[in-house]
């Protein structure tokens, strides 16, 4: 079978799409081209490639693979989730206006409020799971609506379809940041999105060990426009974070199966926590977001879990020092689990804002570990709020 199949299943195209081997070497895996710049035959005259700015082997391998997996026409990636992210306000003008999910990624929501709105583009927060909220939100200016599903970090679901049809003769474009689902899980272009958005330092990468973004898309117009700006702005992610993020890639379908399984459990297992009040994880049939969730995520629901507890931020705070296995740290979609406060650390820029979270919220990227492990792990942390409460409760009783 060719190398790039367009029919080929997920698992097999991750593994080979844009990866052929190497035709100078043999080589299986494909090589980092470690350079800067590339000897011309002639003025002009070259073999694709002059400048590792404007384009590199690597990077074209790591794209070609992210438009196969995102069902897309082409893709293109950068050196940071929001660097992609800015290079897609590149597309607005003074005057524009941007739809805003109400629950976004802190760093979204930051570079929409403090730096894109510096230069006469406005915006607005909507609840995205609203269809009728979204379409009375929308402005005659609105440019680009902004979703992200699940949502960071209340794991809300939008509609994409929904949305979508919304939009129809609008002359808005629609970005899904696909971050948290991954392509295995979710395929946004498929579903009406106009652009899919990821940092790919999460479960793309899925090591923990690089920083990435990628825009894909289908329009071949808006593609050079993009393209064009990747070049000039430059925030492009260099040969060895691209090979990084390639190897990371082929193992992505046994490792989303893997995340989602054991956030699942999880989940499951919080519910019944009497530490715990609230449960957010779509793959719960209680999730308000449950059944569009069920719908447009036919490849699982992903390993992101958040929850609240009961004792506000003092036992939140708590928790998430007590974990073993759960590492305190930002970001998400490593094989190892993490557990962070939103309100202090990933989304500390939406304070005082009225998109702010619960004091009492407690975000989880649940890992690949053995799931008996991590809910042990996770039984004795939150064991450790309970004691000082029973403690209490003994003292007032003499």
């Not at 994409?160 to 129809?168: C, D, K, P």
């Not at 990371?248 to 715990?276: W, Y």
């Not at 879990?305 to 296995?325: D, M, N, P």
Request: charged residues 15%.
């Amino acid at each position: 079978m060719p190398h790039d199949e367009p029919d080929a299943h997920f698992e097999t195209r991750a593994i080979h799409v844009g990866q052929a081997a190497d035709s100078a070497t043999g080589a299986v895996i494909t090589p980092i081209y470690q350079t800067s710049t590339y000897v011309q035959e002639a003025v002009g005259v070259h073999k694709g490639y002059e400048y590792s700015r404007t384009d590199n082997p690597t990077r074209t391998a790591l794209q070609t693979a992210l438009a196969s997996l995102e069902e897309g026409a082409w893709a293109l990636s950068y050196a940071s989730g929001l660097a992609a992210s800015q290079n897609l306000t590149y597309l607005l003008c003074p005057g524009d206006h941007v739809l805003l999910s109400d629950d976004a990624y802190g760093g979204t929501y930051r570079l929409i409020a403090k730096v894109v709105a510096n230069y006469g583009i406005g915006f607005s927060l909507v609840d995205m799971t609203d269809l009728d909220a979204v379409r009375a939100a929308l402005r005659p200016e609105t440019r680009l609506v902004w979703a992200e599903t699940p949502t960071n970090p209340y794991l809300k679901i939008v509609d994409i379809a929904g949305v979508a049809s919304v939009l129809q003769g609008h002359g808005a474009r629609m970005v899904v940041d696909n971050t948290f689902a991954s392509p295995y899980c979710q395929h946004p272009l498929a579903l009406g999105a106009d652009f899919v958005l990821h940092s790919t330092t999460k479960y793309l990468g899925g090591h923990s060990d690089v920083v990435g973004g990628a825009l894909i898309g289908n329009d071949e117009s808006v593609y050079e426009t993009l393209k064009f700006h990747q070049n000039a702005a430059g925030a492009v992610p260099g040969p060895m974070d691209c090979w990084l993020t390639l190897r990371g890639i082929k193992t992505l379908a046994v490792r989303m199966e893997r995340h989602s399984a054991n956030a699942q459990a999880v989940a499951e297992f919080l519910l019944s926590n009497p530490a715990v009040e609230r449960v957010f994880y779509p793959g719960l049939e209680s999730h308000a977001g449950h059944e569009v969730a069920a719908r447009q995520m036919p490849g699982g629901y992903s390993g992101m879990v958040s929850f609240t507890v009961k004792g506000g931020y003092e036992a939140a705070a708590r928790i998430v020092s007590s974990t073993r296995l759960f590492q305190l740290a930002e970001s998400l979609g490593g094989v190892e689990s993490l557990i962070e406060h939103p309100g202090k650390m990933t989304h500390a820029s939406v304070a005082g804002t009225g998109a702010e979270v619960e004091d009492s919220l407690v975000r989880l990227s649940v890992g690949i570990e053995h799931i008996d492990d991590l809910l042990a792990d996770l039984e004795q942390a939150l064991a450790a709020v309970q004691a000082p409460a029973l403690a209490g409760r003994a003292s007032r009783h003499g």
